[in-house]
């Protein structure tokens, strides 16, 4: 056996008399002290390599993100007609692709990208939703869809503000860096208006005082997110979420708004073609929504500031009613034939039913939602019938359609 002091590391030169041990190797031996500083160098190196890997690959999935033309495209298969409403949220889902590559990249220069929030307006059953579920299937961002009706002001019964970002931690499966990057879509915005422009000293918990809160959520802070939601789990930590980088979408009805922009145009006209320019103006009062009307409305000015980008979605006539029954993807009745086709039925509609559905949905007026509630009335009992019979065709009439709307 060697003497102490005659064996030294190779790295720094210390003989085995200075070190409790050293390490035998091939060519020499090294002591534990420089082991633990290769092994330093080791991990760094390679947790470097990793994270340079997976920012490339973020990076090129954003490169190889849909071009507006693209995502409309895509829109068009399942959503008819609304084609501004589509371009609005088409160049606003590729700019935010855009905004996350340029934070990723880290950008040094002075041209800061904001995000630019959007407002959808539109009459119940145009699609506001439909539009947001298409997106959240197309995109590789957190999307979730929350119901603004739920919300309150902290402290009362009902649903903090911050659980809209609780929603989006969940579907970015508790990766706040994920969540970063997402996408909200807030339905039925305009149920919290504020009830009334006059001062009043009792609280609006769920108008006002809502908007209030949502401010610093729009415009872009770090904000405290209980990941299991507030009220149930009160000693739980905190996440940390900047939503400087989430995109809102924004989507209401605002029923009777109509009568604002009508006030603030003033569309009383005089001359021979006035009566007609006045009808087709009042069919078509959306187009000219603004940041006033919507002040008008009960959005205070600060929640209409933080969302810049306003856009309207048509009602919906005969024709685009008609159009939605059969030709996107998840039409309706192509739903009613994949369901009869389960049970080895082929199920055949006649022209007519169609056209009896759509002038029902446009009596009750009830948009394209309505179509499926006159679809099922129309279609319970068959369903009920066909499992059990031997028949191979199912044919709807008009005649039995009518004998089930009228029951």
């Known amino acids: 056996m060697a003497k102490k002091g005659q064996e030294r590391c190779v790295l720094c030169g210390r003989t085995d008399a200075e070190v409790p041990y050293l390490i035998s190797g091939l060519y020499g031996h090294i002591c534990p002290e420089c082991a633990r500083l290769a092994a330093d160098y080791v991990s760094e190196v390679e947790g470097k390599k990793q994270a340079a890997s997976g920012r490339a690959s973020k990076l090129g999935a954003i490169e190889s993100a849909p071009r507006p033309k693209e995502i409309k495209a895509y829109l068009d298969?399942?959503?008819?007609?609304q084609d501004r409403a589509k371009v609005v949220l088409s160049v606003a889902v590729y700019n935010h692709y855009k905004r996350i590559s340029n934070n990723l990249i880290g950008q040094k220069d002075d041209v800061e990208l904001e995000?630019?929030?959007?407002?959808?307006?539109?009459?119940?059953?145009?699609?506001?939703?439909l539009l947001a579920k298409s997106i959240a299937r197309l995109l590789d961002v957190p999307f979730t869809i929350v119901d603004a009706t739920v919300l309150t002001e902290a402290g009362y019964v009902g649903e903090d503000v911050e659980?809209?970002?609780?929603?989006l931690l969940q579907e970015a499966d508790y990766d706040p860096a994920k969540a970063e990057r997402g996408i909200v879509f807030i339905d039925e915005i305009d149920k919290i208006a504020r009830k009334s422009d006059n001062p009043s000293i009792t609280r609006d918990v769920s108008g006002e005082g809502v908007q209030q809160a949502m401010l610093k959520l729009l415009e872009g802070n770090v904000i405290n997110v209980p990941p299991k939601g507030g009220r149930k789990h009160p000693e739980q930590e905190f996440v940390h979420i900047n939503t400087q980088n989430i995109l809102f979408i924004c989507g209401g009805a605002f029923e009777g708004i109509e009568r604002h922009i009508a006030r603030r145009k003033n569309t009383r006209l005089i001359g021979f073609t006035a009566e007609e320019?006045?009808?087709?103006?009042?069919?078509?009062?959306?187009?000219f929504v603004d940041a006033q009307d919507l002040r008008s409305y009960g959005l205070i000015p600060e929640i209409v500031g933080r969302l810049p980008v306003v856009?309207?979605?048509d009602q919906l006539d005969r024709d685009s009613l008609k159009r939605i029954l059969t030709e996107p993807k998840n039409a309706l009745m192509r739903q009613y034939e994949r369901l009869f086709a389960m049970d080895g039925i082929?199920?055949?509609?006649?022209?007519?039913?169609?056209?009896?559905?759509?002038?029902?949905?446009?009596e009750?007026?009830?948009?394209?939602?309505?179509?499926?509630?006159?679809?099922?009335?129309?279609m319970n009992d068959a369903m009920f019938q066909a499992p059990s019979s031997k028949e191979k065709v199912f044919r709807l009439t008009a005649e039995f359609a009518k004998e089930k709307l009228a029951e």
């Open 346 to 362: 082929q199920l055949e509609v006649e022209p007519a039913v169609l056209d009896l559905i759509v002038d029902t949905a446009l």
């Open 163 to 167: 659980s809209i970002l609780t929603r």
């Open 115 to 129: 995000k630019s929030n959007i407002l959808l307006v539109g009459p119940t059953g145009t699609g506001k939703t």
């Open 277 to 287: 320019k006045q009808r087709v103006e009042h069919d078509n009062l959306l187009q």
């Open 311 to 313: 856009t309207y979605l």
């Open 77 to 81: 298969q399942y959503v008819i007609g």
């Open 364 to 378: 009750r007026k009830l948009g394209a939602r309505g179509l499926r509630s006159i679809a099922e009335q129309i």
